[in-house]
């Protein structure tokens, strides 16, 4: 269940909260459980502390790996609203047969989007742009397309992007606390139930923000990066809001 074999979190007193809060979320069936916006909160308070072992390997070095694969992705996605697949696919190398089925194509996505996957990092974001290019690309055959819709261009490129960015702090989270999760857990069942309430948490509120974040939008075709640090430093503060430290 989960990725918990991956690595162990770090240390500190905010880790030790959050495996705590993890914990008890995880084996607590009553009113003094904590609530999974508190654990999400937790956690990302805890990812944001230089200490122990995150001090020496880079205190979040997920989120310029993030930051890079999410604006690769928000690219990925301009180039398929203005110029159409033949173009987005001539970018980043992947050729027309490779595109046919969504069997084929994610593959090849994944590679050129987050790397090949030998560090953590890496394995991270795979992991979340599986889930989110498999839901792309199950919604339709052609999600991207331009469409009469009088919505501004780019507004659903923004809740794309925000779904990524959710699933993977979601990812993160596993990696770092999926063994509270699962040791603390009454059965594999629960453990597994938790588990979708966190991630289910997390892109309800990528949501609710990508609701209220059209200006960050209107700058992913023009400006990605800038606007991708933009929409991830507002959803931690969103997600850390009324339960951060």
Known sequence: MGTSS???APVGKFWRRAKTLASRYASGQDASTPRVEEVVAGYLTALEQPSGEREMTGGGAIMPA?????TSLAHFYALLVEQGWTVALNHLG???ATAQTPGTLIPALLDRLAGPGARLEEATLRSALIDHLTACLATTADPY???VDPEPRDLPMVNRVLNFLGLALFQRFLSDLGESLEFKAPSVT???KRQEEVKSYILAQ????AKVSY?????LSSQPAEAIEEL???LVDHLRGRHGD
């Open 66 to 70: 993030l930051v890079q694969t999410a």
């Open 232 to 234: 991830l430093t507002r």
């Open 94 to 96: 992947v050729d027309q």
């Open 215 to 219: 200006r960050s939008s209107c700058t």
């Open 206 to 209: 990528s949501c609710v923000l």
């Open 145 to 147: 397309t331009k469409t």
């Open 6 to 8: 991956a690595r162990k």
């Open 190 to 192: 629960f453990g597994i």
